[in-house]
C-alpha cells in the first residue's frame, strides 16, 4: 500500500487516516525518525522507554564533558546501532 502526503508551507506533514488508525496515532503523538541504509528516512510512534537504563547505558560517557557533547555522542551510537540492528544478516559480517 502506498500513500503520498505533500510538505506544507509550514514544513508540516499530514498522515492520511489510514496510517494513523494502523498506527494507532492521536494528536499530539510523538513519531521518531530514523535514518535508513539507502539515504532515505522511516518513522514511527516513540515508545515509552526506561530512561533509568537508558542514562546507565551511558555512563561511560560522563568523563567531564558537556551534555551537548555528550547527547551528540549517545545520537550518533544510537542511530549506529539502530542501522546494524537493521542491516539483512551478512554471514561474512561478524557479528
Do not use: C
Request: glycine content about 8%; charged content about 35%.
Amino acid at each position: 500500500m502506498n500513500f503520498t502526503t505533500t510538505l506544507t508551507t509550514k514544513n508540516q506533514l499530514t498522515l492520511p487516516k489510514p496510517v494513523r488508525d494502523t498506527l494507532g496515532l492521536k494528536r499530539g503523538a510523538k513519531i521518531d525518525i530514523y535514518p535508513t541504509l539507502d539515504g532515505g528516512f522511516i518513522g514511527r510512534p516513540r515508545k515509552k522507554s526506561d530512561i533509568l537504563q537508558f542514562a546507565g547505558d551511558l555512563a561511560h560517557l560522563d568523563d567531564g564533558k558537556s551534555l551537548k557533547q555528550i547527547r551528540e555522542i549517545a545520537e550518533k551510537i544510537a542511530v549506529e546501532k539502530w542501522i546494524e540492528d537493521k542491516r539483512p544478516y551478512d554471514k561474512n559480517r561478524s557479528r
